[in-house]
Every structure is written in structure tokens, then in C-alpha cells.
């Protein structure tokens, strides 16, 4: 009689509660938040903590269908194999859990100086299988892919492993209902574990879960974009204008950090909606909208702030550099040409802008926000198409 199958069973038993127990316990933290950048974290923290799934470092890239990519959007994993060691042994003596990992990202976000999530984030791969190598390949088959030790060699033109110089890799699909949104990428560069069936099989359970969890985030992202967007002008809302402003002055205090605004509103605007009507003027509101996006940075918010007035958030900016941005934008406005702009006085559409910085001239949202209106009004009482602060 064969006394060791009891055995066998029982322990193949206790294996599959444990692998339920983890994919549950994961399954709700993802549920925990719809923010992407957080849904990330969890996904990744969850493939690679000791609590998790215990891979040294995973990778995440998602298809960016207007370029026809897969880009990489983050990276857990430690930049050496010191830092691996340091880390591993804090987390053994604090006994720390999925939980506690989590939460601890929500609050620091302190995957800012990670080097290894920076050279995820500037990858970019073709979607075609010969271009974007073996995370296109998996992204086209549809099912997982593992590359061992002994079959690497043949991949020395794929650019992931010249990148990343991986020794043996896993890459999963990440389902989503009826279409593959992406890749996940986990290895054992500190360890040199080898990579299992059952660690592929986990793997897999658990990619299907977070396809979907990532496509709830994006689909929420969307609505949350719509609702605080400007339907006229594509430009954030006033809404959306308060909320941010509150919480980035709240950063730059804390970070003691510069941050200014600049309130623009159109010179006489009144005049040409009165004569040819909203209609006409809306058209002017919109090409304003380009003129604004054209004018200042990339990093710069730009909002419509109610009517023919329009706020633009400049963040880590002195009153100083804000003022030539405000500069340019008046600029910009009265050298375009607009549609029937005779109407206007002199001939020409202009605008007037007031400058405001914190913690100078407001630390708080509404001193500000008062400086900045007193400094438009200034601009207004000047003989208007000025900037004031």
C-alpha cells in the first residue's frame, strides 16, 4: 500500500488553499483604489514581494494603441544586488505584509528615485513581433512565455533582454474581457531562483486579474477626465482647477517648492459676443485654448476658468519665470488673427493677465487666487493687453 499518497494529496492541497488564500488577498487590494499609478504598484508589488509571489523584479507594459506600442509604465525591483539583500532582510525582521507594502506607497510614492523603474518607463517597443521582440510575441500569441537559461542566446537581438540582461524570464498576458491590454514581465536577477510550472501557472491566474483591474482603472480615468474637462474648449475645468490648485499648494509647502498661477482673461470679449453672438465667440474660446496650449509648457496646467477667463497652474515656477510665460501668452493672442476681429477695439483680439506665486503673494488657495484677480484687475485698469502681478 502506497502510504505516501495521503500525503501527496494533503500537501498539494494545502499548496492550491495557499495560492487561493494569496490571489484573494491580492484580488482585494487591487479593489482597494481605481487610481492607475496605484493599481500598478499593487500588481507589481504583489508579483514581487516575499508575501507575494516572490519574484525578485517584475515589469509592467501596456499598448498604447494611437502609437502602436507596448510602453513600459512601471517597474518594481531593487537597482543592485546590495540594495536586494537590504531590503529583504528589512522586510523579514518587520515582518511586513502586502498590506503594509501598499500602503506605504499610497502615502510616499517612493518609487521616485527607483533607476530601475526609470529605464522602465523609457521603453517603447513596436507591436510587431520583430521589432518589439518577446513582449510583442506574447502580446500577439496570447499566452505566456518562458525564456530559460538555455534558449536565451537565440534572443541577442531582442532589445527588453539587451536592456535588461535578464538570465531566465517569464512575460504573461494581461486580459482584459476580450482583447490582451499588456505584458507582465517577472525574473530572478539577485536570486538566480529558477522559474517554475507552478510559478507560471500562478503567474498567469493572477495576470488575468489584474488585466482586468487595469482596464476598470483606465475606463474610470476616462470618466474621471470627462467630467472635469471643458466640453467647448477640451481644457481642464474650473472645478477641477480648485481641487488642484488646493492640493499642489499643499505640495509645494510641504516639498518647499515655488509654485505661481496666472489668470488670463480676454480684452472686451463682451463686445464681439453682443454683436455676432455666442456661437461666433465660441470659436474664438476655442482657437484661445490652442493659442494657451501652444504657449506655455508641457508641464503646465492650463484651465478654463469660467466665461473668457482661463487660469494656467505652473508648478516648481517662480513669479519670475511665470511672468514671461504670462508675457508670451499675451503675445501669442495679439499677434494671432481671429475671425471678424475688426470688431474689436484697435482691431485686434488681446488679453490681460495677472500673476500670482505662493508662498509670496497667498499660502493659502483663496489669498492667492484674490492676489491674482487683483493683479488682472490691475492689468484691466492699465488700459488692459498687459501682464500684472
Known amino acids: 500500500m502506497d502510504t505516501d499518497k495521503p500525503r501527496d494529496t494533503q500537501e498539494e492541497l494545502q499548496k492550491v488553499r495557499g495560492e487561493l488564500s494569496l490571489l484573494y488577498e491580492i484580488s482585494n487590494a487591487m479593489r482597494t483604489t481605481l487610481k492607475l499609478d496605484e493599481i500598478l504598484y499593487i500588481i507589481l508589488t504583489a508579483v514581487t514581494a516575499h508575501?507575494?509571489?516572490?519574484?525578485?523584479?517584475?515589469?509592467?507594459?501596456?499598448?498604447?494603441?494611437?502609437?502602436?506600442?507596448?510602453?513600459?509604465?512601471?517597474?518594481?525591483?531593487?537597482?543592485?544586488?546590495?540594495?536586494?539583500?537590504?531590503?529583504?532582510?528589512?522586510?523579514?525582521?518587520?515582518?511586513?505584509?502586502?498590506?503594509?507594502?501598499?500602503?506605504?506607497?499610497?502615502?510616499?510614492?517612493?518609487?521616485?528615485?527607483?533607476?530601475?523603474?526609470?529605464?522602465?518607463?523609457?521603453?517603447?517597443?513596436?507591436?510587431?513581433?520583430?521589432?518589439?521582440?518577446?513582449?510583442?510575441?506574447?502580446?500577439?500569441?496570447?499566452?505566456?512565455?518562458?525564456?530559460?537559461?538555455?534558449?536565451?542566446?537565440?534572443?541577442?537581438?531582442?532589445?527588453?533582454?539587451?536592456?535588461?540582461?535578464?538570465?531566465?524570464?517569464?512575460?504573461?498576458?494581461?486580459?482584459?474581457?476580450?482583447?490582451?491590454?499588456?505584458?507582465?514581465?517577472?525574473?530572478?536577477?539577485?536570486?538566480?531562483?529558477?522559474?517554475?510550472?507552478?510559478?507560471?501557472?500562478?503567474?498567469?491566474?493572477?495576470?488575468?486579474?489584474?488585466?482586468?483591474?487595469?482596464?476598470?482603472?483606465?475606463?474610470?480615468?476616462q470618466t474621471l477626465i470627462k467630467s472635469h474637462t471643458d466640453s467647448l474648449t477640451s481644457l481642464w475645468n474650473h472645478g477641477y482647477f480648485q481641487s488642484r490648485l488646493q492640493e499642489e499648494i499643499s505640495l509645494a509647502q510641504k516639498n518647499k517648492q515655488n509654485l505661481s498661477i496666472i489668470m488670463a482673461d480676454l480684452d472686451n470679449f463682451k463686445v464681439y459676443n453682443d454683436t455676432l453672438g455666442h456661437q461666433e465667440g465660441d470659436q474664438i474660446l476655442i482657437q484661445i485654448a490652442r493659442i494657451l496650449n501652444g504657449s506655455a509648457r508641457k508641464q503646465d496646467t492650463i484651465y478654463r476658468y469660467g466665461g473668457e477667463e482661463f487660469a494656467v497652474l505652473l508648478l516648481q515656477t517662480t513669479k519670475q519665470e511665470a511672468s514671461v510665460i504670462a508675457e508670451k501668452i499675451r503675445i501669442s493672442v495679439e499677434q494671432s488673427d481671429f475671425r471678424r476681429q475688426e470688431i474689436f477695439p484697435n482691431r485686434k483680439l488681446t488679453v490681460s493677465l495677472g500673476v500670482a506665486a505662493c508662498p509670496g503673494d497667498g499660502a493659502s488657495k483663496d489669498s492667492l487666487l484674490e492676489y491674482a484677480d487683483k493683479a488682472l484687475y490691475s492689468a484691466k485698469h492699465q488700459g488692459k493687453n498687459r501682464v500684472c502681478g
Open 51 to 221: 508575501v507575494g509571489l516572490g519574484f525578485n523584479r517584475a515589469m509592467l507594459f501596456l499598448v498604447n494603441e494611437k502609437d502602436g506600442v507596448l510602453e513600459g509604465k512601471m517597474g518594481i525591483g531593487p537597482d543592485s544586488g546590495e540594495e536586494a539583500n537590504r531590503i529583504w532582510t528589512y522586510l523579514e525582521k518587520e515582518k511586513t505584509n502586502l498590506d503594509n507594502l501598499i500602503s506605504n506607497y499610497k502615502v510616499s510614492g517612493h518609487l521616485a528615485h527607483s533607476q530601475f523603474d526609470q529605464i522602465v518607463k523609457g521603453i517603447r517597443l513596436p507591436l510587431k513581433e520583430e521589432e518589439g521582440g518577446i513582449l510583442a510575441m506574447t502580446l500577439l500569441d496570447g499566452m505566456p512565455l518562458h525564456i530559460t537559461q538555455e534558449t536565451i542566446h537565440t534572443r541577442k537581438q531582442d532589445t527588453l533582454i539587451n536592456i535588461l540582461r535578464p538570465e531566465e524570464f517569464v512575460t504573461v498576458p494581461l486580459k482584459a474581457k476580450d482583447k490582451i491590454i499588456g505584458v507582465l514581465f517577472a525574473d530572478n536577477p539577485y536570486t538566480h531562483k529558477p522559474i517554475t510550472k507552478d510559478n507560471i501557472r500562478i503567474l498567469t491566474m493572477f495576470a488575468n486579474q489584474a488585466g482586468l483591474a487595469i482596464e476598470n482603472s483606465k475606463l474610470y480615468e
